[in-house]
């Protein structure tokens, strides 16, 4: 009985792999019988019964049971207080597909509460995502508050701030930061956070149920130099100072320590707590990403944790 069971958890397994690699990777059957190591006819039948057994909806509805160990795996040896490991597809390019779609899961089921929370967020590329990936909902007993500023160099609305996205597409008040990411003078900072309405949303997002924030690297990528926040000055003086990544714009090193100085001096985003006091989900994968998630999470910087197989089992190495 025993064998049995194991066989039909692993078949279940299989299918809602493959019911992933359709339905959210967009890959062919062909494409998945290729990565499975399957024949194309037992790959069709793979994506049928992720259909007929109910394991996908638009999303993965089924707990892969090597992710689902990878995540217990990473809560014990973290102390997280929230981790989702989600399938990776080995022939993506993607630095999203998965994290984003769990990430909007997540942030919906919280949603979903009748009782008032107080969801904060930061900004990014998976946070953007995930935010495309939200359904409609009517939620106005929720506040949703930025922890970063929506300003972009150039004076116009970040690309990547997710706030007003969110909120409108479940209908919540929400109070953004209306300052630049990172102040061009430290003076600039203190008048800037001096300002009384900004006193108000640094004080919301302080009491914050839930905190949503991408994790990014440092270095010649890095999304702060790419958007233009910090120059290549500033970026190879962050790097010389053992800085591997970023969180709302506040740098910080391999042990999760925040660099003094520099370009945190001039972050106006909301300060983070370390070790984090609240629950704070980082959502992040890719190889690029790996030391600045090693360190946020050594760092308590974040307590919670959606990312992909690859990314977490590359995090479990002694």
């Given amino acids: 009985m025993a064998r049995n069971s194991d066989a039909e958890t692993s078949r279940l397994d299989d299918a809602a792999r493959a019911g992933w690699l359709y339905y959210i990777a967009g890959n062919t059957q ?3 019988a290729s990565k499975l190591g399957v024949s194309r006819q037992t790959a069709q039948r793979l994506v049928s019964l992720a259909v007929s057994a109910k394991l996908i909806k638009v999303r993965l509805d089924h707990p892969i049971g090597h992710c689902l160990d ?3 795996r990473l809560k014990d040896k973290y102390e997280l207080l929230f981790c989702e490991v989600v399938p990776a597809d080995p022939a993506s390019q993607s630095t999203t597909l998965g994290v984003a779609e769990a990430t909007a899961a997540e942030l919906e089921r919280r949603l979903e509460s009748r009782d008032p929370i107080i969801v904060a967020l930061g900004s990014g590329r998976t946070l953007r995502a995930a935010a495309e990936q939200l359904p409609p909902m009517d939620c106005p007993q929720h506040k949703i508050v930025s922890l970063v500023g929506n300003i972009a160099p150039d004076g116009s609305a970040s690309f990547y701030d997710v706030i007003t996205r969110i909120a ?3 209908r919540a008040p929400h109070f953004p930061m209306p300052v630049p990411v990172i102040a061009s003078t430290i003076s600039e900072k203190k008048l800037l956070q001096a300002q009384t309405p900004i006193k108000r949303v640094v004080d919301l997002a302080r009491h914050a149920d839930v905190t ?3 994790v990014g690297q440092l270095g010649d990528n890095a999304p702060l130099l790419l958007d233009g926040f910090v120059n290549r000055d500033e970026m190879r003086a962050l790097t010389k100072a053992g800085a591997v990544g970023e969180v709302v714009g506040w740098a910080f090193d391999g ?3 925040f660099i003094e100085g520099m370009t945190n001096e001039r972050v106006a985003s909301v300060a983070l707590d370390r070790p984090a006091r609240r629950l704070v989900i980082g959502a992040a994968m890719g190889p690029a ?6 360190g946020a999470l050594v760092g308590r910087i974040i307590n919670g944790l959606i990312t992909n197989e690859v990314a977490a089992t590359h995090l479990l190495k002694d």
């Fill in 168 to 170: 409108d597409a479940v």
């Fill in 289 to 294: 990403k790996r030391d600045a998630l090693m």
């Fill in 30 to 32: 062909d494409e998945i």
């Fill in 255 to 257: 042990a999760g320590q």
């Fill in 70 to 72: 990878l995540s217990q």
């Fill in 212 to 214: 949503f924030v991408g």
